[in-house]
């Protein structure tokens, strides 16, 4: 399984991002889906997560009713944060995590978001 993230880059404050974590994978089936994001010397934090099957949604305060984690309806395979109203405080390296069916772990590679004026 390979994890592809885009969407992410500079915006100011009270804007907004959408990142996107395309998986890759023939036989892939996606148990749990999550982003987190980390800033240099500090542990990495979940922010969303997804679960398909039952459409179960978890947020983490700092950024409820701000984000939104989402599956493309299409291209299954493809998972979605829309990040608005952002602050300066969410700037940090966001990565995908995937778990499949057999509930093994894939990380994306990470992507940059900076939330500044």
């Known amino acids: 399984v390979h994890l592809v993230e885009s969407g992410g880059g500079w915006v100011q404050p009270g804007g907004s991002l959408r990142l996107s974590c395309a998986a890759s994978?023939?036989?892939?089936?996606?148990?749990?889906v999550g982003w987190h994001r980390q800033t240099p010397g500090s542990v990495r934090e979940l922010v969303a997560s997804?679960?398909?099957?039952?459409?179960?949604?978890?947020y983490a305060d700092s950024v409820k009713g701000r984000f939104t984690i989402s599956r493309d309806n299409g291209s299954k395979n493809t998972m979605y944060l829309q990040m608005d109203s952002l602050k300066p405080e969410d700037t940090a390296v966001y990565f995908c995590?995937?778990?499949?069916?057999?509930?093994?772990?894939?990380w994306g590679q990470g992507i940059q978001v900076t939330v500044s004026s």
């Open positions: 995590l995937l778990f499949d069916q057999f509930l093994s772990p894939y």
């Open positions: 994978g023939s036989t892939l089936t996606i148990n749990s």
């Open positions: 997804l679960t398909p099957r039952d459409g179960r949604t978890y």
